[in-house]
């Protein structure tokens, strides 16, 4: 059974951090994409960033370049989304995601999210 589960969303202030991290399970991801979303209240799904588990190569939402880091850990199967410089509107549910190259995100795994909020 195929699980990402997401951990580490809570509480922070403007200005503060949050560490999340995805532990990925019941397959091998190494020529998987991972990625992070998130969505807010009353808005969309929106990409944040992406991870390639085999080159580690990144992209990222322009609204989080230079305050969000993606990484990822092959020996724990985690991939972390490093957050800094945290804005109100960074407040959402974030979802870790796992699709094959070249395919769709939906086509592919997601966990249950957690929650980031901000407070200003």
């Known amino acids: 059974q195929v699980q990402l589960v997401e951990s580490g969303g809570g509480l922070v202030q403007a200005g503060g951090s949050l560490r999340l991290s995805c532990a990925a399970s019941g397959r091998t991801f190494s020529s998987y994409v991972m990625g992070w979303f998130r969505q807010a209240p009353g808005k969309e799904r929106e990409f944040v960033t992406r991870?390639?588990?085999?080159?580690?190569?990144?992209s990222y939402a322009d609204s989080v370049k230079g305050r969000f880091t993606i990484s990822r850990d092959n020996a724990k199967n985690t991939v972390y989304l490093q957050m800094n410089s945290l804005k109100p509107e960074d407040a959402a549910v974030y979802y870790c995601a796992a699709k094959r190259p070249g395919d769709y995100w939906d086509n592919g795994y997601w966990g249950q999210g957690t929650q980031v909020t901000v407070s200003s």
């Open positions: 991870i390639s588990w085999t080159t580690g190569s990144t």
